[in-house]
């Protein structure tokens, strides 16, 4: 931890509200950052993290309460006025334009009324080497990895000479690789007197990088520690009002009574290639039991998903075999996929896994048109109600407004609406990738519980997750991939995170 070394706030929160149609969104926040600290932000979706950070940055206006920048009162209306105060807000969703280049996108909004194209490159240069950034600046970004992406947003932010810069959620697709250089760049800018507020649902990185930690609960702040007097059970405590930890997290043992019957297999995968990603990927899946895969972004898990579900072809040629229930499949389109009872939960929820301007109900009902039983010509509101309701009341999906577009959500009840929008359509196998990712500790527990409860209808379940506490906590076998290959397996009883990440690295 970089330690904080000057105890002036050069960032005060005073009595913060914000009120949206007669509810609070935050209620009486009192926040304070020093110069050259690391304060973490911690509480469950729907919190109040987000409007907190948001209305620093100037992307919204308090309803009543100050901001204050070295003592100095402030009044944002746009993030321009927050960003000539010195608060540069690095958001979760990457904010660069993809088809310009690394340099364009640093200089971006604060260009030179004379640009030559060299000298753009070579200033973009000199800000990167500062920071020890190896980025090329000629080449566009979409070229980059999310690490690299994440290092030419913070420099364009160091380029605006920040007092203050806010990450939400910066590490959510790294690799564990990346996220270990991402923390050190963290760190060095602590270390050069710039304040970093940070924002993540893996608390375990709060409690590495963090000086101090803030939890907020229901729009209220609960606590405000230093960090070396959290744990976190004790955050997960004030997070949610209960201690919820040792029942999400606990290990997975073995079911004895599941044992003793002999499980029937749903899923058989034969040396499976899709080049240049999958390799040789060969592995069973059973009903009634939780299937899980770790390994490295890159090792080959969701592209062998993905071949499974028919979003890819494998290769023709020697490209392996799948069998559902011993008969051998190979699907052009996912719409057979789903017509045999196979489903495909994608981590990329926001880009294809719902509908963002439309409801719960109409996602959920959408899943079940899909089907060959609820399929038809003309569409009933009173049954897409009625799916709605039965899914709502399943997964305990909340919102203030039913009809609200899915969009609105908070990201644990948006993931609750994409699992509501599968199972609905009464699979045999269900394949979840990064069941959790993004959401917050109290929706992790009540998904990994549903997903639990699906091993009591015999459905086979993969489980794809990146998180080794999850793959420990769920799982009744533990695959490990590497290089588009299963390298390992373990039952939950020889499991440990450290073999996992071993079998996943070398």
Not at 267 to 291: A, D, Q
Not at 489 to 503: C, L, R, V
């Amino acid at each position: 931890m970089s330690g904080v070394k000057d105890r002036k706030p050069v960032l005060q929160v005073k009595k913060a509200n914000k009120v949206y149609e007669g509810v609070h969104a935050i209620q009486n926040i009192d926040f304070d950052l020093y110069r050259g600290e690391i304060h973490a932000l911690a509480g469950e979706n729907g919190a109040g993290k987000s409007t907190l950070v948001k209305a620093l940055a100037g992307a919204i206006e308090l309803t009543s309460g100050q901001i204050l920048i070295n003592g100095n009162r402030q009044s944002f209306k746009a993030p321009y006025d927050a960003l000539r105060s010195g608060i540069v807000m690095v958001y979760q969703e990457p904010g660069l334009v993809e088809e310009m280049t690394v340099a364009q996108n640093i200089f971006l909004g604060k260009e030179k009324l004379l640009n030559r194209l060299r000298s753009t490159f070579i200033g973009a240069q000199q800000i990167l080497q500062s920071m020890k950034f190896d980025v090329d600046t000629s080449i566009k970004v979409s070229r980059l990895g999310e690490a690299q992406k994440r290092m030419v947003e913070i420099a364009r932010a160091i380029y605006h000479d920040p007092k203050v810069i806010i990450f939400d959620e910066p590490t959510a697709t790294m690799t564990p690789e990346e996220k270990m250089y991402f923390f050190s760049v963290i760190k060095s800018l602590a270390e050069k007197k710039i304040s970093v507020i940070y924002i993540s649902h893996a608390l375990e990185e709060s409690l590495e990088l963090s000086d101090r930690i803030t939890v907020l609960r229901d729009g209220k702040q609960v606590i405000t520690s230093d960090t070396k007097d959290m744990t976190r059970e004790s955050i997960v405590k004030n997070m949610v009002g209960r201690d919820i930890t040792q029942t999400y997290y606990a290990k997975a043992h073995k079911d004895i009574q599941g044992e003793a019957k002999k499980k029937k297999q749903i899923l058989r995968v034969e040396n499976i290639i899709k080049r240049p990603i999958v390799k040789n990927m060969s592995f069973s899946v059973y009903g009634g039991e939780i299937t899980g895969i770790a390994g490295l972004v890159g090792s080959g898990r969701t592209a062998t998903a993905n071949i499974i579900v028919g979003a890819w072809k494998r290769n023709m040629v020697r490209g392996g075999m799948i069998y559902l229930e011993d008969r051998p499949i190979r699907y052009r389109v996912p719409k057979q996929a789903i017509d045999d009872g196979i489903v495909y939960i994608t981590e990329e929820r926001k880009l294809n896994g719902f509908f963002e301007t439309m409801n719960i109900d109409e996602n959920t009902y959408l899943g079940w048109l899909s089907t060959k039983i609820g399929w038809r010509f003309i569409t009933s509101k009173k049954q897409e109600q009625k799916i709605g309701d039965t899914w709502i009341d399943r997964l305990k999906i909340r919102t203030l407004d039913r009809k609200a577009k899915l969009v609105e959500l908070s990201g644990g009840n948006q993931q609750k609406v994409v699992v509501a929008k599968s199972l609905v359509q009464k699979p045999k196998l269900v394949i979840f990738d990064e069941p959790t990712h993004g959401v917050d500790v109290a929706a992790i527990e009540e998904i990994h519980n549903f997903i639990r409860s699906l091993k009591k209808q015999n459905i086979g379940i993969i489980v794809i997750s990146s998180y080794l506490p999850e793959i420990l906590s769920l799982c009744d076998r533990i695959l490990v991939a590497r290089g588009g290959r299963i390298v390992e397996e373990f039952s939950p009883e020889d499991a440990t995170e450290n073999k996992i990440m071993y079998a996943a690295v070398h």
